[in-house]
């Protein structure tokens, strides 16, 4: 299976797509732009949610759930916001079908139009503080820390499995705070949650920054994001976390009084991640052979296939694997036995390596004799023979070492393709095989736009943290606070 | 707060909307039709969320997701479906918005009006079913067992919180099988899988049964269904489970080749549950004080409130209720402290009766000399003195037998308000009243309609595995061969 996968090198975005649907992760469906995700893509998403939900919580955040439909007038009470949001949407404008006069297909009722036109949300800042006016009078109502598991609508014109498409699955956090200081320190926070999730659960290295004015959310103060290197040396924005000062508090009129009674607009924050980051894996680790997934969110950590010629030698075989699955379980691995007689084992072997399953176990009948299993592991595509007393120490321990061995390759790829330019001549040139730049940059929307119609790439961020040597922008010779990251990005 | 409760025999009906405002369950949205759930009300339902969940993937299902929106054509294809719902719902017809003239406002762009009408899924048949078309060749395709948790929208026109809203909450199975006897087994599978989950989850006692053809699913075969009583004696649907054929085979076009080549259609089931199932919680169980909510899906198990005058006397308390608090959550019980100190106790009580926590723990300076504790239950309202020692398991026993003491006294509700009759003018008179009535129906629509027109009252399901004494038909006096459920219904 894995030989009708594209390589990398031969065209890097149409092996993602090939991956993507030969692994079985999603297509597209017959909406424009919507995606069907299936159930190997969705257990990943779920593994995903349910580590994010606990980290959410953990840090004090409670889930709710926002109507589907913004009232058009939302859109536009917040100026910023409907600039970069309200252009391309789905719109509902009426509530009933009827059926055609030759009763053969239906149509769109038109005594039936909305007297309001709904938007499907594209995010929900307008609705949820419509809704927190209602929640917030007093500092004693703060601060307010919810967070929403849903879908969302973008109506994008040209769309790719997980990276971009019209309907996504994401969370969005949103919070409310008594203080400029609390809200932006929510807001770092957050920040510091997704790139924990994103090291040490996706084994993705991520530079957390700041976003130019010319890429912030619409409707924010500031925009803080994670940004990951794909194996292309393109960046993909995995996460943004938005400090969104008093804007949405004074559009709805959200106000508390505190502790003196003073009246004062609410201080906001937003954050989301979105099924996006499935695509940010996939770049980030999976290689020619398919899929390649780190142990901590693979919907199937180990699998075990008996290698066996006829129904006598797979009954020998089963009791055996059955006693191995059920160690590994014990110690909370997921692992499946497929031992289904019409299929080759190497044509099994490939089909795990497409899916990326991070340890495979074979046993044939020699090693029962021997007391031994052939253990495989997805992301080196190496193998050994071990006993199998203590297997499930021994997978355990190899899964640890799958997991932190991916995230240190991923790292030294981001490390050995970041570069250091000072002179605009050599980024030009360098820019065209991707990577990271640090680069000075008079920090002015002119040059951003500039370099971008240029080179096509742009300011991924401001580091938050970074080395704070000042310089003179790479383009104009004008001074420069700080080296920003400059890429060509999804 | 309490006392802002209707009491449930003034007016069952605003006792209902006042438990889930004050409460702070849900509320109505700006989206009229459309509520927001509060994270308290969000929280229930990822409890059910997860324990349906677990009970799916026991049974063999996986999660996947379909787009939220369905092409206009796609809903006309099975044409009992399409009667059945596409009459009230969302429809898209434009994908932008633009500013108005004046700059001040925002209108739907002319231009940018789709081809096709998309309907924002009212349930997911159609859309899944054009889906499984591409997945389903062969008998070794199936079966084919997804579930998906999403939103839904039905434009209904009188909304009642949790009950009928236009978006809601819920899970729809969609499943596909090789034979007619396996897609009816999983039909009846699923349904007893939620009557497990009414049953030893919300402590709901449920009648299973089947619908008559008028009540059910469009497109559907046969649709199973558990019907539950509330307090008022009405019945409220709380689950269905429908075998569906090969209706949606046919109207997709999906075949598979049986293992001699035979191409046949694929056999259906689908089936969902929904938030509506936090409504049948709250009137099966709540009382005039507020919500009664069972252990098992209760947001909070256990309340600890220390008594206490002065800072002296709460850092005293603190320490110790700490020290129970972590002994309660050890035995994975969820707890928590309240020791606001700007209200008085007797406020707290009420209110966390009013939340419907089952068990509240009250410590005294006394108590703490004694080495007590005082012990209130939501379910009973009876309070009890108890030693320190062993307070977790005393707890743990007291979570346990509140479970089982609500299902119960819904149990004995439901027996002490079902009626076995015979004579219709005796059924027409107690009907007034609630309950439900095991009676003779001659098997026709046309009864059917003429006792719901005069009466209210329908055959909520022909109950299955009950006594299948033959009879007379209370109305027509025509022959029947079963007693079937009569009640009113939500």
């Not at 919580?57 to 100026?79: C, Q, R, W």
């Not at 320190?185 to 920040?191: N, R």
């Amino acid at each position: 299976m894995a030989k009708e996968v594209t390589s990398r090198a031969e065209n890097f975005s149409l092996w993602y797509n090939n991956l993507v649907l030969k692994a079985g992760l999603a297509e597209n469906s017959a909406v424009r732009g919507c995606m069907v995700i299936k159930p190997y893509g969705y257990s990943l998403w779920e593994n995903m949610q349910s580590a994010l939900d606990k980290m959410f919580k953990d840090t004090g955040h409670v889930n709710a759930y926002f109507p589907l439909f913004i009232p058009k007038s939302f859109l536009a009470k917040e100026a910023e916001h409907v600039e970069g949001f309200a252009k391309e949407c789905a719109v509902v404008t009426h509530y009933r079908l009827r059926n055609t006069a030759d009763g053969k297909s239906l149509e769109v009722d038109p005594e039936a139009r909305l007297e309001e036109e709904l938007i499907v949300r594209p995010t929900s800042e307008t609705i949820i503080w419509n809704t927190y006016k209602n929640w917030i009078q007093s500092y004693r109502d703060l601060p307010l820390l919810c967070n929403q598991w849903a879908n969302v609508v973008r109506w994008e014109m040209r769309t790719r499995l997980f990276l971009r498409t019209a309907e996504f699955l994401w969370q969005e956090g949103h919070t409310a705070h008594a203080t400029r200081k609390e809200a932006v320190e929510e807001a770092v926070k957050m920040l510091g949650v997704y790139e924990d999730f994103a090291r040490n659960w996706l084994a993705i290295p991520v530079i957390t920054g700041v976003k130019t004015a010319s890429e912030r959310f619409a409707g924010a103060v500031d925009t803080y994001c994670i940004e990951a290197m794909m194996q292309d040396g393109k960046a993909l924005q995995a996460g943004t976390s938005h400090f969104l000062g008093q804007n949405f508090a004074r559009a709805f009129d959200v106000k508390f009084a505190s502790k003196d009674g003073v009246l004062d607009y609410v201080w906001a924050t937003s954050w989301g991640v979105s099924t996006r980051l499935i695509g940010a894996l996939i770049m980030a680790h999976s290689d020619d052979n398919g899929l390649v997934l780190p142990p901590k969110v693979a919907p199937l950590q180990v699998v075990i296939i008996p290698i066996f010629k006829g129904e006598e030698e797979l009954q020998q075989m089963r009791a055996h694997c059955e006693t191995i699955k059920s160690s590994l379980q014990k110690s909370g691995i997921s692992v499946k036995i497929d031992d289904r007689d019409n299929l080759r084992s190497g044509f099994k072997f490939a089909e795990y390596e497409l899916q990326g399953v991070p340890v495979r176990l074979a046993i044939g009948p020699r090693d029962i004799k021997n007391g031994t299993v052939e253990v495989a592991r997805r992301d080196t595509l190496t193998k050994e023979i071990v006993s199998q007393e203590n297997i499930e120490q021994h997978v355990s321990s190899l899964l640890a070492d799958i997991q932190s061995n991916m995230y240190n390759k991923a790292l030294k790829f981001r490390e050995e393709h970041t570069y250091t330019v000072d002179s605009y001549d050599e980024f030009k040139e360098k820019i065209e095989n991707g990577g990271f730049f640090l680069a000075h940059w008079d920090g002015t929307a002119e040059t951003e736009a500039l370099i971008k119609e240029e080179t096509k790439a742009t300011v991924r961020c401001i580091p938050i943290g970074g080395d704070r040597e000042t310089g003179k922008c790479m383009l104009t010779g004008k001074p420069s606070s700080q080296r920003v990251v400059f890429a060509r990005n999804y």
